[in-house]
């Protein structure tokens, strides 16, 4: 599990064309959702973003979008997208256990999409603390957690609704959750949305 929590890990993934999980537009589970509902605050992160649709999306919403991610191919495809699409969106090269220590409350909201599945299981509680470091009291973690079943050999590591609900305490209290209608292929039911709220633990 330890080669994840290293950007060369990610680097050659990137490199010989191993992300699969590419989907060449924002994530549809997030798309559905705003198109319902508007949460509050401007600031959002988004860990692990990869090549940045997600944030980019948020940005087209009217967020201040910022996209951690810790490996350069991504990131330097992120700002080119944005940049050609005229989007706000920006994009910081962090590693996301980092995030609490470098942004202290200084996002309204973040959102989680395939980066919790992406790093060590064991350093889940330590990522949500750091997602905690970083969102103001009150403030809100959308995330779109995925895959409910799946070969323990990650990444993606599996995730149960029961761990994330586990995890998410006490620095997040769950308001709704519910499975998103519409998900890629292959994702189908194996997708879970939670929409918390920063307690002040
Ligand atoms: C499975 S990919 C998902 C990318 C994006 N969220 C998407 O859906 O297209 C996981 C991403 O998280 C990044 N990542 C993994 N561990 C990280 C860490 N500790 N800090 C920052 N980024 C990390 C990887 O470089 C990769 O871009």
Same mark, same amino acid.
Not at 63 to 88: K, M, N
Not at 173 to 198: H, K
């Given at each position: ?6 950007? $060369? ?6 490199? &010989? ?10 994530? !549809? ?13 401007? $600031? =959002?992160? =988004? ?6 649709? #997600?944030?980019?999306?948020? /940005? *087209?919403?009217?967020?201040?979008? %910022? ?6 191919? !991504?990131?330097? /495809? ?5 940049? $050609?699409?005229? *989007? ?12 609490? &220590? ?5 996002? #309204? ?10 790093? #060590?299981? /064991?350093? $889940?509680?330590?990522? %949500?603390? *750091? ?27 599996? =995730?149960?609704? #029961? ?18 209608? &519409?998900? %890629? ?8 949305? =939670? ?7």
């Amino acid at each position: 599990m330890a080669r994840v929590n290293d950007p $060369r890990f990610w680097e050659d993934v990137y490199a &010989r064309g191993g992300d699969g999980w590419e989907l060449g537009g924002p994530a !549809p589970p997030l798309v559905d959702f705003f198109t319902t509902t508007t949460l509050d605050g401007r $600031r =959002v992160a =988004v860990p692990g973003c990869g090549r940045g649709h #997600d944030a980019r999306f948020l /940005a *087209s919403r009217g967020y201040e979008a %910022v996209g951690f991610d810790f490996a350069e191919a !991504p990131l330097t /495809a992120a700002r080119a997208l944005a940049a $050609r699409a005229g *989007s706000t969106a920006r994009f910081e090269a962090l590693d996301v256990f980092a995030l609490g &220590r470098a942004h202290p409350h200084a996002f #309204d909201g973040v959102w989680e999409y395939t980066c919790f599945c992406a790093i #060590d299981p /064991a350093r $889940r509680a330590e990522y %949500v603390a *750091s997602l905690a470091g970083a969102v103001r009291p009150g403030g809100w973690l959308l995330g779109c957690f995925f895959p409910l079943r799946g070969s323990p050999a990650g990444p993606p590591f599996p =995730v149960s609704m #029961d761990e994330v609900r586990r995890v998410l305490r006490p620095a997040f209290r769950i308001d709704r959750d519910f499975m998103p209608l &519409r998900s %890629v292929r292959g994702r189908q039911g194996r997708e879970w949305m =939670v929409l918390a709220r920063r307690t002040g633990a």
